[in-house]
């Protein structure tokens, strides 16, 4: 490993694959060695996982990326470069016009600043979208779901739902011989 690392690319995920395919040539290790390095770096990357990956034109998952290039041998920012790319391959890059909207700061009224605090002249909270997971929200709702099922049936098994008073019916008996 004389020679710098191959560099990802950021233009589709065929193309980000066939680097990953490069960087394995690059690093001389076989799929086995690959687990095994992985393992010593703390990450967990089967060598059935990693042959599948190289295998398809899919962009992998950032844990696997994260993994593949670790175990083999690229730390640091260039290890970062990688997941960089596969971010932008995934979420599309950000557009080259765009400029970072500042997120205002409530200012303090003084003597100078006026107090006319209209909805007009307040500018809205800019909030950067958070990277939400449906599938896990998914499951949370069918695990409370569940849960919720499980203490109501319990609950009208032990009786909890039923009136406390007994009812006593009475037959008539047979005549008395």
């Known amino acids: ?15 980000f694959v066939a680097a990953l395919r490069r960087l394995k040539a690059w690093s ?14 703390g ?14 034109d899919r962009l992998p998952r950032e844990e696997l990326v994260a993994a593949f290039v670790a175990a083999c041998g ?3 920012d260039e290890a970062e470069a990688w997941l960089d790319a596969r971010t932008d391959i995934a979420c599309g890059p950000a557009p080259a016009d765009a400029t970072p909207t500042p997120t205002p700061t409530p200012a303090t009224p003084t003597d100078a600043t006026p107090t006319d605090a209209t909805p007009a002249n ?25 849960l919720v ?11 909890i739902f039923t009136d406390d008073e007994e009812e006593v019916l009475e037959t008539p008996t047979s005549a008395r011989l």
Do not use: F, K, N, Q
């Not at 001389?28 to 770096?41: C, K, N, P, Q």
């Open 1 to 15: 490993m004389t020679t710098a690392p191959p560099t990802p690319p950021d233009t589709d995920a065929a193309a």
């Open 28 to 41: 001389g290790l076989s799929y086995r060695r690959l687990e095994r390095h992985a393992a010593d770096v």
């Open 43 to 56: 990450h967990c990357l089967p060598y059935s996982t990693a042959a599948t990956m190289l295998g398809r």
């Open 74 to 76: 690229v730390r640091g």
């Open 122 to 146: 307040i500018a809205p909270a800019v909030a950067a979208p958070a990277r939400t997971r449906p599938w896990r929200t998914r499951w949370t709702l069918v695990g409370a779901a569940a």
């Open 149 to 159: 099922t499980a203490l109501l049936g319990g609950a009208t098994a032990s009786g």
